[in-house]
């Protein structure tokens, strides 16, 4: 038997039984619930099919060539869902499944009939995907107490931040959402980005996942990382939030940049670098390629360091330094500098962010 139910309801079910998205693979590599299977009920062409002769002919004719299209695959669809519950079965759970397509229309209904009667327990999603991302940019407004750790580049604050995970606090990494350490270098040694839409699912879900009665730590980053964009309205509440900028000598930084980048080809590197050329400086440019070659990692670290210090600082001073805690750090120790800014942040904030 199929339950419609409203996305809340959705959420709290998905987090015990399994989401089968029936849209095309296009429109689910486009932005899809995170753990969500695809089991497409058309592919991208039959999909176009469908949809032009619901246009351009009738409602009726669209059925019919779906029911077409989508009969000889029934045998490939339950043995697709059949590998979708075995987890669930594992752990004692009934079969059932919850369902949705883009609107919670017809695409949705089939599916769920067609495992009904082979059967499944099946809840499909009123008003679909749309109904998914609409709750998705919701979560967005969420009265979040965020802290920021800031840095100029090099300072180790991604492995800071998992380092004040481990000592208890709740963070987020955007960075590793978006596949991406945010500068013209980051995309070295990363997977593919996801799209704006997926990042934004996968930003929700981290949400989703914290007590908002308790601060959220994050990294201090651009709007953009990579060709993803954190959302306007969590932006704005990460603008506002303190942040807790470390200060490590540029030596210490240097070192980093090079433990962490020195692994990738000198072909990798010399195209981050001719990235940020304009930015960087035609005689820079000439010198960071020139020490490339001879392998002088450090001094090509230290080029590439006078554009992003500069722009880095010029990013605070725009904000008068308001609400920017400066708190000196001697090494590049990130359990050392972790429990640092924990300290600072409860004596700073402890009425207001603890």
């Given at each position: 038997?199929?339950h419609?139910?409203n996305?809340?309801?959705f ?12 849209r ?27 949809g032009?002769?619901y ?9 019919k060539?779906?029911?077409e299209?989508?009969?000889?695959k ?7 869902v ?28 089939k599916?769920a ?12 999603l009123?008003?679909?995907?749309k ?6 940019l919701?979560?967005?407004t ?6 920021i ?15 004040i ?8 990494d955007?960075e590793?959402?978006?596949h ?10 990363e ?22 009665s ?29 942040i ?24 990798e ?7 940020i ?21 450090h ?6 360091l ?21 708190i000196?750090?001697?090494?590049s ?9 924990i300290?600072?942040a409860?004596k700073?904030f ?5």
């Amino acid at each position: 038997m199929n339950h419609p139910v409203n996305i809340n309801e959705f959420i709290k079910l998905s987090q015990r039984f399994p989401v089968v998205d029936v849209r095309s693979p296009a429109e689910f590599e486009h932005g899809h619930i995170p753990e969500a299977k695809n089991i497409p009920l058309f592919d991208n062409d039959e999909r176009a099919k469908v949809g032009t002769a619901y246009k351009q002919i009738s409602r009726e004719e669209a059925i019919k060539i779906g029911y077409e299209l989508a009969n000889p695959k029934i045998k490939s669809f339950i043995e697709q869902v059949q590998t979708v519950v075995k987890p669930s079965i594992i752990n004692h759970q009934s079969s059932t499944i919850l369902i949705h397509c883009w609107r919670g229309g017809m695409r949705s209904a089939k599916f769920a009939e067609l495992l009904n009667a082979h059967g499944y327990n099946t809840h499909t999603l009123v008003r679909g995907y749309k109904a998914y991302r609409k709750f998705v940019l919701e979560s967005f407004t969420c009265n979040a107490n965020i802290l920021i750790i800031g840095g100029e580049t090099g300072s180790g604050k991604t492995e800071i931040l998992h380092q004040i995970k481990e000592q208890g606090e709740q963070i987020i990494d955007l960075e590793n959402i978006a596949h991406h350490k945010g500068s013209a270098f980051g995309s070295l040694g990363e997977k593919p980005q996801p799209s704006y839409e997926q990042f934004e699912n996968n930003l929700s879900l981290a949400l989703s996942k914290l007590d908002f009665s308790k601060r959220i730590w994050l990294e201090d980053e651009s709007r953009n990382i990579g060709k993803t964009q954190i959302p306007i309205s969590f932006w704005e509440k990460m603008k506002q939030a303190p942040i807790l900028r470390i200060n490590i000598p540029k030596t210490l930084r240097i070192e980093r940049l090079v433990n962490d980048y020195g692994k990738f080809s000198k072909e990798e590197l010399k195209n981050c670098i001719l990235k940020i050329q304009q930015r960087l400086g035609g005689q820079h440019v000439k010198h960071a390629l020139e020490e490339l070659e001879k392998g002088n990692l450090h001094y090509v670290a230290d080029i590439t360091l006078t554009y992003y210090d500069k722009a880095y600082n010029y990013n605070h001073e725009a904000r008068n330094m308001k609400n920017i805690f400066f708190i000196e750090c001697e090494t590049s120790d990130a359990s050392v500098n972790a429990e640092k800014l924990i300290t600072f942040a409860n004596k700073k904030f402890q009425q207001k962010y603890v």
